[in-house]
């Protein structure tokens, strides 16, 4: 007869095998999954950062020279260019990152048929045609010049990102029967200087041998532990151990993801022994973690409207706290000065509270309009601003253009309630510049340095003579790639005060009402000759010339100060050394 305790056993015993198979089996499947995850992880992380690290200028250049149905002698001119040269080198460098398991990586242009594509650099080719060309025999095998239809209809990932625009990773690995491997491709989209239309898109095959391998060695780790884990009284011992620490294996799984930032996450509180103490004391702790993280968080956010984050971005900091006193950088940026014309006067009719106000009021409308052109505020000067513009003028012109047509529909607005039109003038320069921290170390502040700085200060304050709203240096005029994008008259040479060098300032209309749009516009062509005509110091035909367009456009500010230069230099005569500039010595 079978004794009850020896059932006991033979139950624990099938039990603990059916378990520990069924673990087993469990395990691979979950190794697996975790497995292709990671890697899966892996081929989005190399193809997006990759995205963001080739030299989009001279994939532009590539992408305008790729067209469908290339010769054979015009694919081998593009791979012999320095640009596709540039853009191998930057694949091979990725692959470099995990050479064994990159099985391909090459970039493609998509074209207007939906479901083809044009093959633009691949990361082997260079490596081929070195090989040929010194007379070793080497596999053409996945390498394809520039300008190969490639056929992406069968690509459901690739269509997927060509139409989100987003990274993406197959969903399963793809046989390839010449290789004979297992392969998961990537593809991300490299997008064009606007942000907006994909330029190519980069394409990434990695094997899965590494993962394979590291599969097999976990099958014979778990195939020895579970053969051991057989033996009697550690069966028991298993199931009692494992009855026994369910809720701190619940509790490890909380933990572990609320390292992971899910900070709401809170352990079950089974029972009041050790272990229910132990998950009670953890939450007390992640209610007290998750309040100072929302109020860190809060506060963070609060600095960021006193330091712009963009002035830490190019500090290349995280955060303010990384903030050193001294910090600096160098860039070339184009900065953008305003002001309220008449400020003071308008101020001195004002209390304090509707002086606050009425400067709130005017910089929350103009404020919007420098961030959504990509620019930053890197300081108010009671109704002044300065603003830079990392990136390109135009975004300070257009910001400029933007903040015009703002004060005219908030003009509207203070008509409507009593209050008098305002007038703001804008000056716009690009310079290199010293962007830092100056101070103490009890009180520091970010700040800019720079003669630049001051020139465009200098600018601004010139629109109180000339009436133009919006005037730009020559040095930021001439860096704009399509001027004809904007409507813009020439001004005048000026020196001002610090600065020996005279300066050409250019005033851009396109923020001025309909009216003076309309007749600045009509008068360009003839205030353009009268100019050329005092320049050449014809100053009677000239002031015949500029009497005229005062005659048109009365308002024009510019005519009226030609005029009486002209006058006075017919009646007085030209001074010697005579250049045409004016000379400003007030700041």
């Not at 690995?173 to 200087?193: C, E, Q, T």
């Not at 099958?219 to 053969?227: E, K, W």
């Amino acid at each position: 007869m079978v004794s009850f305790k020896l059932k006991i056993v033979l139950a624990l015993f099938l039990t603990s095998v059916f378990l520990s198979v069924a673990l087993g089996i469990s395990a691979h499947s979950l190794l697996n999954r975790n497995l292709f995850r990671d890697l899966q992880t892996r081929v989005r992380d190399l193809t997006s950062i990759g995205s963001l690290t080739l030299d989009r200028g001279a994939l532009e250049r590539l992408v305008h020279e790729v067209r469908p149905g290339m010769t054979k002698g015009e694919s081998e001119a593009i791979e012999r260019s320095p640009d596709y040269a540039v853009i191998s080198a930057e694949l091979n460098r990725i692959r470099k990152t995990d050479p064994n398991l990159i099985r391909l990586i090459y970039t493609f242009v998509p074209t207007v048929n939906a479901g083809g594509a044009l093959y633009l650099v691949d990361a082997d080719m260079l490596k081929f045609l070195s090989a040929r060309a010194h007379g070793v025999e080497a596999a053409e095998e996945d390498i394809f010049s520039p300008g190969t239809e490639l056929d992406v209809s069968s690509f459901p990932t690739a269509r997927m990102v060509l139409a989100t625009g987003k990274a993406a990773v197959g969903p399963a690995y793809v046989w390839n029967s010449r290789s004979k491997v297992n392969s998961l491709s990537g593809y991300a989209p490299i997008f064009d200087s606007t942000g907006r239309k994909i330029l190519a898109v980069l394409a990434l095959d990695l094997t899965d041998r590494e993962a394979k391998a590291e599969l097999r060695r976990a099958t014979t780790l778990s195939v020895l532990i579970g053969s051991l884990a057989l033996a009697g009284t550690f069966i028991v011992s298993l199931f009692v151990a494992n009855l026994f620490t369910r809720d701190i294996v619940d509790l490890d799984r909380v933990v572990r993801s609320f390292a992971e930032d899910n900070l709401h996450l809170r352990a079950a509180v089974r029972s009041r022994d050790e272990i229910g103490r132990l998950g009670d004391s953890f939450n007390r702790m992640a209610d007290l973690i998750q309040r100072s993280a929302a109020d860190q968080a809060a506060l963070l956010g609060a600095y960021g409207r006193f330091v712009p984050r963009d002035f830490l971005r190019h500090l290349e900091k995280e955060s303010i706290l990384d903030v050193k006193l001294g910090d600096q950088v160098q860039k070339e940026m184009t900065i953008l000065f305003s002001d309220i014309q008449s400020f003071t006067e308008l101020s001195e009719s004002m209390t304090p509270r509707e002086n606050f106000n009425f400067i709130n009021s005017y910089l929350s409308r103009v404020g919007p309009e420098i961030r959504s052109h990509h620019g930053f505020i890197d300081k108010y000067i009671g109704d002044a601003i300065m603003a830079l513009f990392p990136d390109r003028a135009e975004d300070a012109v257009e910001a400029a253009v933007a903040m015009q047509h703002r004060v005219r529909e908030y003009n509207g607005h203070r008509a409507s309630t009593g209050y008098r039109a305002i007038r703001v003038g804008v000056g716009i320069h690009t310079g290199k510049l010293m962007l830092g921290t100056v101070g103490e170390d009890e009180r520091m502040d970010g700040s800019v340095i720079a003669d630049a700085v001051n020139l465009c200060s200098r600018i601004e304050s010139l629109t109180r003579i000339y009436g133009g709203m919006v005037l730009i240096s020559g040095s930021a005029l001439g860096i704009i790639e399509d001027m004809s994008r904007y409507h813009s008259r020439f001004i005048d040479r000026v020196r001002v005060h610090g600065r020996q060098e005279s300066v050409t300032i250019y005033e851009v209309f396109d923020g001025d009402s309909e009216e003076q749009f309309e007749l600045k516009s009509l008068t360009r062509a003839d205030w353009d000759a009268a100019v050329q005509l005092y320049h050449a110091q014809s100053f009677r035909e000239a002031l015949a010339g500029f009497r005229d367009l005062t005659a048109r456009n009365p308002n024009d500010t510019m005519f009226g100060i030609y005029a009486a230069r002209c006058e006075r230099l017919i009646e007085l005569g030209v001074p010697e050394n005579w250049h045409g500039v004016e000379v400003y010595d007030s700041k």
